[in-house]
């Protein structure tokens, strides 16, 4: 059970009960007061660790309030968390309040509550000394200060805002807020060196931690929230020492980097500001990343499982064309940077995994990176109408397939030579159209066993009649467009799919 003792003014009963159930349920001590009069007599009374305090009180403000604590030597070191609907005009009206550290903007969701308050614990006292005395403490970036830049994703989106400050080469924090977690990143001259975040489930990042980096797994407890005071204080001695490997921590603090940067982008975010700093936890200025944030979103796209990735049959990739745009690729592998320079025109999946020399399943999570940073569209295709031919010709099937090759036809042509080959050609897919030489009906049962609708184009041949069940027939010596033709027929004859106008 904590022994630490948290005091909440609020006038709202709802908010009250929200926040006592919540925190006791966390295992803080709890007080709780209606009133701006009966908080202070509490604060006096019982030294709470932590105030979290409504702005707008009966008979008077949150800031009279701070003001009130701030004249009592004992009470002006109590760490203060306000909270208001008002959210920017609040946060100037606390500026000069040392006590005050952070926001919680309402309305707040328990989880929210509860990670505001962790962080707040492990950092207030020391933020509110800092500010008293003028001091930067750097593990408390995204407490109150002069924010730079602010404002609603309703209007920017987090590609924008980071883009901006790459561009800019800013130092600073910027914090992106959401209903149930913060999530900050820490930049130096434009440039990722770390991302923390409080709220986010940290199985999220430790699951996905390899296992050259499990043994660091506990570190993972400090590091994500970004926790100050003594613990994160004995890391970086450790580091120091060389008791810990640089190396594999640096590693350690990519991999969270990056899927907490894949989180922001995956999830809906609603708020963001950004303040100007020039110093940095001391952890994260001993081993910066230095990263772009199209590098962290490759790697932690290329984590993610198959069932976190969307469809990407059908469609077609091509790079965007976007004004003031972040070009800013370090941290990048030259396979992946040629990913970009490809998609200058439309390219499927399988063509860039070919250009690029690897498999799909990289590519496709290559692909997702660059949709999430906004640098590359999805054009969908329409689909074309499969058409399988079996031709035992080989002359005739080997030149049919060489020119619909060159050419943008109207369907998706498969060539079988052989009747195994055709076989095994019918179990992976079920085509549109099935064309094949007349006395062959086996085939025609299996795929209309699969496909009710196939369309059938009979090849005439000697010695044969043609297929009763045929949409088009074909005479021996067909050519190409005699080909084309045909199948088109017996696809509008089948009545189930009109195919786009053959080139002549």
């Known amino acids: 059970m904590s022994q630490h003792t948290i005091l909440v003014i609020d006038d709202s009963a709802t908010i009250r009960r929200l926040a ?14 209606p009133t701006a009069e009966e908080g202070l007599q509490l604060a006096e009374r019982e030294s709470p660790d932590l105030i979290i305090l409504d702005h707008q009180l009966p008979g008077t403000t949150g800031f009279e309030v701070c003001t009130q604590l701030l004249a009592d030597n004992r009470l002006a070191q109590i760490p203060i968390v306000a909270s208001s609907t008002l959210r920017k005009q609040a946060y100037v009206e606390y500026a000069d309040c040392s006590n005050v550290i952070d926001m919680l903007p309402k309305p707040y969701t328990e989880e929210i509550l509860l990670s505001t308050v962790e962080h707040a614990i492990n950092t207030g006292a020391m933020v509110v000394d800092s500010q008293a005395h003028g001091t930067a403490v750097p593990e408390t970036c995204n407490s109150l200060g002069d924010e730079s830049l602010s404002g609603t994703f309703a209007a920017f989106s987090l590609r ?17 807020e959401a209903e149930n977690w913060r999530t900050w990143f820490y930049l130096r001259d434009g440039r990722v060196d770390a991302v923390t975040s409080n709220g986010v489930d940290k199985d999220l990042v430790t699951r ?6 499990q043994s660091l797994a506990p570190v993972l407890n400090l590091t994500i929230s970004g926790k100050g005071g003594s613990e994160l204080d004995g890391l970086v001695q450790l580091l120091n020492n060389r008791v810990l490997d640089p190396r594999l921590l640096q590693k350690m603090l990519r991999h969270q980097s990056s899927v907490l940067t894949m989180h922001c982008f995956q999830s809906a975010a609603k708020t963001f500001r950004f303040e100007p700093s020039n110093t940095l936890p001391p952890l ?6 230095q990263s772009s944030i199209l590098a962290l979103l490759i790697e932690a796209a290329l984590l993610l499982e198959d069932s976190e990735l969307p469809p990407f049959e059908q469609v077609s990739f091509i790079r965007k064309a976007i004004r003031g745009q972040n070009l800013d690729r370090a941290g990048l592998s030259a396979k992946h940077q040629k990913v970009v320079g490809l998609l200058g025109e439309l390219h499927s999946l399988a063509q860039v995994a070919q250009k690029l ?33 079996f031709e035992p010709d080989a002359d005739r099937a080997g030149q049919l397939k060489a020119e619909l090759e060159r050419e ?13 080959a055709l076989q095994l050609l019918l179990k992976k897919s079920v085509p549109d159209a099935l064309v094949l030489p007349s006395g ?7 795929v ?17 009649q043609s297929c009763d069940c045929a949409n088009a027939t074909l005479a021996q010596g067909y050519g190409k467009q005699a080909f084309l033709d045909s199948v088109a027929m017996a696809l509008r004859n089948q009545n189930h799919i009109e195919p786009a106008a053959t080139p002549v």
């Open 448 to 464: 209309r066993h699969k496909n009710p609708n196939v369309a059938i184009v009979s090849i005439e041949s000697d010695g044969e």
């Open 440 to 446: 062959n009906q086996p085939p025609i049962d299996y």
């Open 160 to 176: 924008e805002v980071l883009d901006f400050l790459n561009n800019g080469s800013k130092t600073g924090v910027l914090e992106v």
């Open 284 to 289: 994260f200025s001993d081993l910066p990343l």
């Open 208 to 213: 996905k931690l390899p296992d050259s980096l």
């Open 20 to 33: 006592v159930g919540a925190l006791t349920r966390a295992g803080y001590q709890v007080l709780a007061a």
């Open 357 to 389: 020399g690897c498999e799909q399943s990289e590519a496709m999570r290559v692909l997702y990176a660059l949709t999430k940073a906004e640098l590359v569209e999805v054009k969908r295709v329409a689909a074309k109408p499969l058409v399988v031919l």
């Open 408 to 420: 943008d036809v109207a369907f998706d042509v498969k060539v079988a030579r052989e009747k195994l």
